[in-house]
């Protein structure tokens, strides 16, 4: 019994003492740093372990404004002591604003649209002026970025306005397609590429990472129904750009992974939770929490390229 005591007495010093590096390097406050920390971490997380202690990792999410995306921002602020990046089509959305007063020095917020080049341009540029201020030793030249989120996507409501996910090809609207293309694809392709130069790195350092939020319906191979053609065909066109770019950013000690989230409880899932099993509709905190020990803990050098579920189990292109 004592014995049970002490070790759960040492992975509770464990986690403070993480959280303490963590809040330390927000904002150089050295008082009670125990009791902003039990104060500060939402319920939710208070049992996750901290991903990354070290203050020089770069993260970007895009984009990080609600959901799946908002929630990566959130634990990697409270996770781990890193810079994180917040892509965002409004640079006032309140979740971001109080995220950003809370964690002040630690978190950037940039502006994009994701529809247009010379925004997706001018979000790079920001980036890399962020990145190139924390230059570490190694670096030669720019800064990095150490994990890049891409997680942007665009599913329907089968309204006029949004005709996705289709039934039939019948069904399927040009605008919507090459629309969907464009967020759910294109996007993705653009940012890894202005970042690309930030991802690469010494094959002797910590390697960096693309992560492309996925889906199960983009696998070719595990299509069984049908359906849903807009946002399947731009779901598996992902992650074959995930398994190309893989083979290149390899040769620079970076990889690339798909990942699928399962169905989670967002804007983009709720118009089709009505036949979802409560125990296959996962909260945002529990799919991201997954997610992120897949990409932390388990991929290796030899994992580019392939597409993972949220527990970590492999699916078929």
Same mark, same amino acid.
């Given at each position: 019994?004592?014995?049970?005591?002490?070790?759960?007495?040492?992975?509770?010093?464990?986690?403070?003492?993480?959280?303490?590096?963590?809040?330390? &390097?927000?904002?150089?406050?050295?008082?009670?740093?125990?009791?902003?920390?039990?104060?500060?971490?939402?319920?939710?997380?208070? @049992?996750?372990?901290? #991903?990354? @202690?070290?203050?020089?990792?770069?993260?970007? =999410?895009?984009?990080?404004?609600?959901?799946? *995306?908002?929630?990566?921002? !959130?634990?990697?602020?409270?996770?781990?002591?890193? /810079?994180?990046?917040?892509?965002?089509?409004?640079?006032?959305?309140?979740? #971001?604003?109080?995220?950003?007063?809370?964690?002040?020095?630690?978190?950037?917020? =940039?502006?994009?649209?994701?529809?247009?080049?010379?925004?997706?341009?001018?979000?790079?540029?920001?980036? +890399? &002026?962020?990145?190139?201020?924390?230059?570490?030793? $190694?670096?030669?030249?720019? +800064?990095?970025? @150490? %994990?890049?989120?891409? =997680?942007?996507?665009?599913? *329907? @409501?089968?309204?006029?306005?949004?005709? *996705?996910?289709?039934?039939?090809?019948?069904?399927?609207?040009?605008? $919507?397609?090459?629309?969907?293309?464009? =967020?759910?694809?294109?996007? /993705?392709?653009?940012?890894?590429? *202005?970042?690309?130069?930030?991802?690469?790195?010494?094959?002797?350092?910590?390697?960096?990472?693309?992560?492309?939020?996925?889906?199960?319906?983009?696998?070719?191979?595990?299509?069984?129904?049908?359906?849903?053609?807009?946002?399947?065909?731009? !779901?598996?066109? #992902?992650?074959?750009?995930?398994?190309?770019?893989?083979?290149?950013?390899?040769?620079?000690?970076?990889?690339?992974?798909?990942? /699928?989230? +399962?169905?989670?409880?967002?804007?983009?899932?709720?118009?089709?939770?009505?036949?979802?099993?409560?125990?296959? #509709?996962?909260?945002?905190?529990?799919? %991201?929490?997954?997610?992120?020990?897949?990409?932390?803990?388990?991929?290796?050098?030899?994992?580019? +390229?392939?597409?993972? &579920?949220?527990?970590?189990?492999?699916?078929?292109?």
């Amino acid at each position: 019994m004592i014995r049970v005591l002490i070790l759960v007495a040492y992975s509770f010093g464990m986690m403070i003492t993480g959280f303490k590096i963590c809040l330390r &390097a927000t904002n150089g406050y050295t008082g009670n740093m125990t009791t902003i920390m039990m104060s500060s971490i939402p319920s939710a997380y208070s @049992d996750l372990p901290v #991903l990354n @202690d070290s203050p020089d990792y770069n993260y970007v =999410v895009s984009t990080a404004s609600r959901g799946i *995306g908002l929630e990566f921002a !959130k634990q990697l602020l409270f996770r781990t002591c890193g /810079h994180v990046i917040c892509f965002s089509r409004c640079a006032e959305v309140p979740a #971001l604003k109080e995220l950003e007063n809370k964690f002040g020095s630690r978190m950037s917020i =940039v502006p994009i649209d994701l529809e247009s080049q010379g925004s997706i341009d001018n979000a790079i540029s920001q980036v +890399g &002026a962020i990145c190139d201020q924390r230059k570490v030793e $190694w670096i030669k030249g720019s +800064g990095k970025v @150490d %994990v890049l989120f891409n =997680v942007a996507a665009l599913l *329907g @409501d089968q309204s006029e306005s949004a005709p *996705g996910p289709e039934r039939s090809v019948l069904d399927v609207e040009r605008w $919507w397609l090459e629309k969907s293309m464009q =967020v759910n694809l294109i996007s /993705h392709i653009m940012v890894t590429k *202005g970042l690309s130069p930030y991802l690469k790195r010494p094959r002797d350092v910590q390697m960096g990472k693309v992560v492309n939020l996925s889906a199960r319906v983009g696998s070719i191979g595990d299509n069984g129904l049908g359906g849903w053609l807009s946002y399947r065909c731009t !779901k598996s066109a #992902l992650n074959q750009f995930t398994k190309t770019v893989s083979l290149e950013l390899k040769r620079a000690n970076c990889i690339a992974i798909s990942i /699928h989230p +399962g169905t989670t409880d967002t804007d983009l899932s709720k118009p089709f939770q009505k036949n979802v099993k409560p125990a296959k #509709l996962f909260s945002t905190e529990f799919s %991201v929490s997954q997610m992120l020990d897949v990409v932390f803990n388990q991929i290796e050098k030899d994992d580019g +390229g392939k597409f993972y &579920a949220y527990d970590g189990s492999e699916i078929e292109y």
